[in-house]
């Protein structure tokens, strides 16, 4: 099963772990441009790609449809900046759980990533540093022994390093302290992003917090504290969700107001589906809520996304009609038996 339908510890809140690691190559000039360099450097990696192993499969994102390219941008499988303005020169690696992706020519020569779901910053990472040390062993990596490795942004040299977590955090948006929580978060040199990574906005009250130091510090460093402060909100969002908890009807109107939507609508766009089962989740999470598993929930977040949804039905199409298929296939989700 993939990895984005599982759930993990404290997935609660925590909805996913990503560990990235950026890297660039010995031989290779950054940021490439030139076709020929290009391909030479996407050569060098197919050659090596039975050595490298994990089941990863190469692809061209120039040899991919839209609706594909946009169903792993909206799975956070890979940026929308890579999606978008990388189709002649960008191209993955990927096996078929998808909880390994491998970015090749975004800003760097490899975006290398690893996801799971829930708070699991500690085996994440190490399976990233298990297939970083043999990436590094096949194809050679630019490192300086004063700066570390080596990337085309300053910003990611030392370590080369980003941990984030996906977290859901409607208890603190109800009770009106969202602000303040984002505030001291950023105090310890945490980035807060949205849903879909840097400029984006939070969606369903769903927040990414990351990492913004790489250079002069460790990774076992970089993910204790990260696990620290995500653990720390983890713990506000539960106590807020306590606090809702005690006007007992006014939550359970919200949650069975949302899920009246859901089960009752006959279209529905994307945005104002993550908003409602933003309430959903929270009310399966609380035991409030006991119509749906948790599994149904994670399928109605990944199905109902406009690419995903054309996928999951095999059919494109346009923006009304898509809007009445999600509304056929939510209820379709929630119908199933487990």
């Known amino acids: 099963m993939n990895w984005y339908l599982q759930t993990g510890t404290d997935s609660d809140v925590a909805i996913s772990t990503r560990i990235r690691f950026a890297r660039n190559l010995n031989g ?4 490439l441009k030139n076709k020929t ?9 197919k050659d ?6 994990y089941g990863l499969k190469f692809f061209r994102l120039r040899d991919m449809d839209e609706i594909t390219k946009v169903s792993l941008v909206e799975k956070n499988i890979i940026s929308p900046e890579f999606a978008l303005n990388n189709n002649e020169t960008g191209s993955i ?8 992706c491998i970015m090749i020519n975004e800003e760097d020569h490899l975006r290398i990533q690893i996801f799971n779901a829930g708070l699991d910053l500690e085996n994440t990472l190490n399976l990233a540093i298990e297939l970083d040390e043999k990436l590094g062993e096949i194809l050679g990596y630019a490192v300086s022994k004063k700066y570390g490795y080596l990337t085309s942004c300053p910003s990611n040299c030392g370590t080369g390093l980003r941990a984030s977590v996906m977290l859901h955090l409607p208890g603190l948006k109800l009770t009106g302290n969202i602000n303040k929580i984002l505030k001291a978060i950023r105090s310890f040199g945490i980035s807060i992003r949205g849903i879909y990574g840097e400029n984006t906005k939070s969606v369903g009250d769903i927040f990414q917090i990351s990492n913004e130091q790489t250079l002069g510090i460790t990774e076992k460093e970089i993910i204790d504290n990260l696990r620290i402060i995500s653990q720390k909100i ?6 807020a969700r306590k606090l ?3 006007d007992k009807i006014d939550l359970e109107d919200k949650i069975y107001r949302a899920y009246g939507i859901l089960t009752n609508c006959k279209k529905m766009d994307s945005s104002e589906v993550l908003s409602i089962l933003s309430k959903v989740k929270l009310g399966t999470d609380l035991g409030i809520l006991d119509e749906l598993t948790d599994y149904k929930v994670l ?5 109902t996304k406009p690419a995903n949804l054309q996928k999951y039905l095999g059919n494109k199409y346009d923006e009304e009609e ?17």
């Open 244 to 246: 809702l908890a005690k």
């Open 322 to 338: 898509e809007d009445i298929k999600r509304a056929e296939i939510i209820k379709q989700i929630i119908n199933e038996k487990d």
């Open 234 to 239: 983890i713990n506000q969002e539960r106590a």
């Open 48 to 53: 090596k790609l039975f050595a490298i192993g």
């Open 299 to 303: 399928k109605l977040y990944i199905f």
């Open 93 to 100: 690696l990927i096996n078929d759980e998808e909880n390994i």
């Open 28 to 31: 290779f000039k950054f940021n």
């Open 37 to 45: 360099d290009i391909e030479k450097l996407e050569n060098t990696i």
